[in-house]
């Protein structure tokens, strides 16, 4: 199955650097909205067969680039919210039903840089962005290392 990465931030409009800390090694999962990967690897491992995951930009452009195909490990269900009503900057986040809390501020680091973000602003910015627009971000966490929250 391919994932689509964006090179450019589009809320700061920086490099994201996603497809070098794919390849090397810094960005270990993605995080996407939907049930796609959790559906897909669920098939797959019904077929005893492995499910590939196709880093790339680019995708439904001329400009597609394959940069890198990993085994897909795992894949994990995530809970992202905003809550405005307790600032204007507040995120929520539940993996696979247990809610992360800042008293588990080592997880959220991990998972925050994990993704390939450096700080946990740009992290909230962008799925806030999102949140605002579609809702509660609910969605999965797919490896392709064996870490696992």
Known sequence: MIAGYKTINPITKEPTGFVEKIQNGTKI????RGDRWSKAFAKAQAE????MIQHSTGV?????KNFQT??????????????????????????DGISIFTYKAHIINLLIKND???????????????IKKNGPFIGEITHWTNLKY
């Open 29 to 32: 999962h993605t995080i996407r």
């Open 48 to 51: 005893r067969r492995d499910l």
């Open 60 to 64: 439904r452009t001329k400009h597609f």
């Open 70 to 95: 990993n085994k897909v490990k795992c894949v994990q269900k995530i809970i992202i919210q905003y809550q405005p009503h307790i600032n204007n900057k507040a995120i929520t986040i539940t993996i």
């Open 116 to 130: 390939g973000f450096e700080f946990f602003e740009d992290f909230r910015n962008w799925f806030i962005e999102d």
